[in-house]
C-alpha cells in the first residue's frame, strides 16, 4: 500500500493551494481519509478527515472555513485538500492518511497507511 501526496509549493499569504493524496495497493473505499499537517518545530496535528463514502466530513477548527476536504474513489482512490486564503501559519508538511477509524477522525495513531508529506510554505 502506497500514498502519494503532492501539490505542495511555495504561496503568498490570500492564495490557494489544491494538494492530492492518491493510493495504491489497495482500496479504501471502506475507510475514513484523512490530512494531517506538521509545521515546523511542532507536533504533528490533525487538519481534516472524510468518510468512506464522502458523506461525512471533519476539519478542525480553525481550518473549517478555510480547508475543504473531498475524495474521488473513481479516479485511484484520490483525496483532495482544497485551501483557500492561506496564512503564514499554515505552513508545514502536510500527510495524507488512509485506513482510519471514522470515530477517531482526529486521532492520528488511528490510521494505518501515510503518504510521505507535501511541503506546504506560505509567505507573509
Known amino acids: 500500500v502506497q500514498l502519494q501526496a503532492y501539490g505542495g509549493g511555495l504561496v503568498q499569504a490570500g492564495n490557494s493551494l489544491r494538494l492530492s493524496c492518491v493510493t495504491s495497493g489497495r482500496t479504501f473505499n471502506y475507510n475514513v481519509m484523512g490530512w494531517f499537517r506538521q509545521p515546523p518545530g511542532k507536533e504533528r496535528e490533525f487538519v481534516a478527515a472524510i468518510s468512506w463514502n464522502g458523506a461525512s466530513t471533519y476539519y478542525a477548527d480553525s481550518m473549517k472555513s478555510r480547508f475543504t476536504i473531498s475524495r474521488d474513489d473513481k479516479v485511484k482512490n484520490t483525496v483532495y485538500l482544497q485551501m483557500n486564503s492561506l496564512k503564514p501559519e499554515d505552513t508545514a508538511a502536510y500527510y495524507c492518511?488512509?485506513?482510519?477509524?471514522?470515530?477517531?477522525?482526529?486521532?492520528?495513531?488511528?490510521?494505518?497507511?501515510w503518504g510521505q508529506g507535501t511541503k506546504v510554505t506560505v509567505s507573509s
Open positions: 492518511a488512509a485506513d482510519g477509524a471514522e470515530g477517531w477522525y482526529w486521532d492520528a495513531t488511528a490510521y494505518r497507511y
